[in-house]
């Protein structure tokens, strides 16, 4: 195997160059692919995991800008709540207030803004700015808000803009009139906003003000201050355009939700409760979050199962299977109570109006037609968070009590284990697995055989993957790679070809995470960073892998036989897609030269030995990478180190195709299915 060995106190600078190790394989492979005798299953899925970590959902994918919109902790014993995010205008003092009676239930804190002193009022206009998710992307464009206000108020309107943090220059302005209602209650305003210039950068704020003079108790308590931009679809509380249209280029499957981690929850109490992420914004509490942030909620799993719409994703719902990150599980006599919320959350999304929950959705949030789950997964890494105790627990009675439940209720869903048949677990028949491989690309490479020996009984879904270390010795020990590179994501191509090859055992797979904001984040390796500047979105290495491989799943794979060569150090896979055209998959790791590849595809040979009839033809395309392995797209730089080649080919006497790849390409050679 290639070492790409970078020393543990220069690895961040990404400088070392890779020693190749040279092998024994023939520099030529010459290969048959025979038209029967593959697997005939669904093709694996190609699919998207999203939890909220790298402010991924809250200053990620979902679009709100104002960060801090409604003073959620979630637990205030981890996340105290605070004014973050927040700063005055001309002169207002901002505090948090714990009023008697709250906008809700679910957000009991608010902001006052105290007009200034009689004697230090200078300025008609006060109020407050929010600096959004470091910083605000501001075009001409309309954008649509709303907030809640409290207290007696005389003025005429409030004020909404939207300005440079730099210079304080006004982009756009509106008027929102005041609305006359009693002072004790909260009054919504919704309002556009439309810019009439653009920012030259991200670096702006949101503001509004208010006449100072209209304020007759000399305070007003805001809550829930909300500015969506132009929305993936025009969905209200929509997700962010530059970042699903990424997502939707990759021609993904399926989507798993809610994660990941964040399922769980840091204790017991702070688990991921579907039915707080429903319905009005201000009934949302919010969730602690489990990667050092307090998170909104709104994101939720209605905006999930619309994501899913809006793509044409499988839905893979992740419920919360009675574990706690750290460590606390529901004993035994209590684990009905995680389960019987787990069947509730299924008639919520696929319960007719007739039952309780669908009747909810359908009645009272407006959603009517019922959603189709055909997969969940219990619990998520339970191998892990609770150790050795929770994990035998976890296959001694939680597992076991969801495994009755469903299929008494919901026969026809597949069930997935959070663990797989690799974590030393015996998962019943007809449950499938999960399995999180996050490997050095060597090890990568090492898998791409894993699942040849097992039984198409041990179903199982790749619900987290990334090459995450060097090879080399840092280990878990060390930091992770700062950014996918070139190297690690041809050693996830392979790892992918090898799940091919065993698509009737493989349910589908994904990067994981999916999305980083580069501003904060837990997780470096990421498929696509983001910012609050668009320009920033960077599509990593393995992204163009991903998408690569994605593009033609294979229905049926088709047996290869060996005339020359062999596997190692060209990797591949061969099959038929959906659309009917026979597909070659490779990758080239750890050669020393370029190999002279011959495909044929045996089931064509009849269309070209007959002079009257053209030769078939196919469209090869390459990737390869820069001469240092360890390149990788850099969002600063606005580079792109993938190179993608698209030739067109003529087969040859036999249905063959002849071409050559380099050291560390990825290639994809699909014939017309014409």
Not at 11 to 19: I, Q
Not at 137 to 145: L, P, S
Not at 290 to 301: C, F, M
Not at 346 to 368: Q, Y
Request: charged share 20%; hydrophobic share 40%.
């Amino acid at each position: 195997m290639v070492h790409f060995h970078l020393n543990a106190g220069l690895w961040a600078a990404l400088v070392a160059l890779t020693s190749l190790q040279s092998c024994s394989a023939d520099k030529r492979v010459d290969l048959i692919v025979r038209p029967n005798g593959g697997n005939v299953s669904s093709p694996i899925m190609y699919g998207l995991m999203h939890e909220d970590i790298n402010n991924s959902g809250d200053g990620g994918i979902y679009a709100e800008l104002i960060r801090n919109r409604a003073f959620q902790s979630g637990d205030e014993s981890r996340y105290p709540v605070t004014l973050d995010g927040w700063s005055p205008v001309e002169g207002a003092k901002l505090s948090l207030k714990k009023l008697s009676k709250p906008l809700s239930s679910a957000l009991p804190y608010s902001m006052n803004v105290a007009v200034p002193s009689s004697k230090d009022k200078k300025a008609r206009k006060v109020g407050f700015a929010n600096d959004g998710y470091w910083g605000m992307d501001v075009r001409k464009q309309k954008y649509t808000g709303s907030f809640y206000v409290k207290g007696a108020y005389q003025g005429k309107s409030f004020t909404a803009s939207l300005q440079s943090a730099l210079t304080g220059e006004v982009f756009g302005t509106t008027e929102v009139p005041a609305k006359k209602k009693a002072s004790n209650d909260w009054v919504k305003y919704d309002f556009n906003l439309t810019p009439f210039k653009a920012a030259r950068n991200s670096n702006n704020t949101f503001a509004i003000t208010f006449d100072a003079a209209g304020a007759k108790d000399g305070s007003l308590d805001f809550n829930l201050i909300s500015l969506f931009p132009p929305t993936y679809k025009n969905r209200p509380n929509g997700l962010r355009v530059d970042l699903m249209e990424a997502l939707a280029a990759l021609k993904p499957k399926f989507l798993r939700f809610p994660g990941g981690n964040m399922l769980e929850g840091n204790t017991l109490p702070t688990w991921w409760k579907w039915n707080e992420t429903i319905g009005d914004l201000k009934d949302r509490p919010g969730q602690s979050g489990v990667w050092g942030y307090p998170t909104t909620s709104g994101l939720g799993l209605v905006e999930y199962m619309q994501w899913a719409d809006d793509l044409n994703l499988e839905p893979i719902l992740a419920v919360w299977g009675g574990l706690a990150l750290d460590g606390g599980e529901l004993p035994e006599s209590r684990i009905d109570e995680a389960v019987q919320s787990a069947l509730d959350e299924m008639e919520f999304l696929t319960g007719d109006a007739s039952t309780h929950w669908g009747g909810i959705r359908a009645k009272i949030l407006g959603h009517k037609r019922p959603w189709k789950i055909r997969y969940v997964e219990i619990g998520n890494e339970d191998w892990l968070a609770g150790g050795a105790v929770g994990y035998e627990n976890y296959k001694r009675y939680r597992f076991p009590a969801f495994f009755k439940a469903f299929q008494e209720k919901y026969p026809k869903v597949q069930l997935i284990a959070s663990p797989s048949v690799f974590d030393n677990m015996t998962i019943p028949k007809p449950a499938a697995g999960d399995y999180h491989p996050y490997l050095t690309p060597d090890n990568m490479v090492k898998a791409f055989n894993k699942f040849d020996a097992l039984s198409r009984d041990n179903l199982t879904l790749i619900g987290e993957a990334a090459s995450t270390h060097p090879n080399g010795g840092i280990g878990w020990d060390g930091n992770l790679m700062p950014f996918p590179w070139w190297g690690g994501s041809v050693a996830e191509a392979i790892f992918l070809l090898g799940l091919e090859r065993n698509g009737d055992k493989v349910i589908g797979t994904t990067y994981a995470p999916g999305l980083r904001n580069l501003n904060r984040w837990q997780w470096s390796m990421t498929q696509i960073q983001h910012a609050a500047d668009p320009a920033l979105t960077t599509l990593s290495t393995s992204y163009h892998v991903w998408k690569l491989l994605g593009e033609t799943a294979i229905t049926k794979t088709l047996p290869i036989t060996a005339k020359a060569g062999g596997i190692d150090p060209l990797f591949y896979v061969a099959g038929e897609t959906e659309s009917g055209s026979n597909v070659f998959k490779a990758a080239v790791y750890n050669s020393t030269e370029p190999i002279a590849v011959s495909v044929q595809f045996a089931g064509l040979a009849g269309k070209v030995k007959q002079p009257a009839k053209k030769p078939a033809t196919a469209t090869l395309t390459v990737l390869t990478g820069p001469a240092n392995p360890y390149g990788y797209n850099d969002p600063w730089k606005h580079n792109n180190v993938v190179k993608e080649t698209k030739t067109k080919l003529k087969a040859k006497e036999g249905g063959t195709f002849s071409f050559t790849l380099p050291q560390l390409s990825v290639a994809v050679l699909e014939t017309d299915s014409k």
